[in-house]
Nanobody
Framework: QMQLVESGGGLVQAGGSLRLSCAAS????????MGWFRQAPGKEREFVSA????????FYADSMKLRFTVSRDNTKNTVYLQMSNLKPEDTAVYSC??????????????????WGQGTQVTVSS
């Protein structure tokens, strides 16, 4: 049973940056595609970004494509989400997720088997 632990959230002013980390308790994270999702109060869970097992392919929601960068270090079993030029509408709980599927639909939460508890990101105007 894999455990995912996010860190790096916090309070930041609009225009600022944060880097989220997702540490996995697994023998080899390279067996999993990884995704980031977020959920704001009163809203549905929203796809943010994803990265393939090797890290060769990355995927982003359109509104985040130019501001967020996903990466991974399989030697450290950790995935990162670098967020820049943050906006108040980015305020949400950000969660990472792991999929063991060979070709997951990265944007679909049900494709991911393991989820972290999430980390709060608050962007003030």
């Amino acid at each position: 049973q894999m455990q995912l632990v996010e860190s790096g959230g916090g309070l930041v002013q609009a225009g600022g940056s944060l880097r989220l980390s997702c540490a996995a308790s697994v023998r080899s994270l390279s067996n999993y595609a990884m995704g980031w999702f977020r959920q704001a109060p009163g809203k549905e869970r929203e796809f943010v970004s994803a990265i393939s097992r090797s890290g060769d392919s990355t995927f982003y929601a359109d509104s985040m494509k130019l501001r967020f960068t996903v990466s991974r270090d399989n030697t450290k079993n950790t995935v990162y989400l670098q967020m820049s030029n943050l906006k108040p509408e980015d305020t949400a709980v950000y969660s990472c997720a792991a999929s063991a599927l060979m070709a997951p639909d990265y944007k679909t939460p049900i494709e991911y088997r393991y989820w972290g508890q999430g980390t709060q990101v608050t962007v003030s105007s």
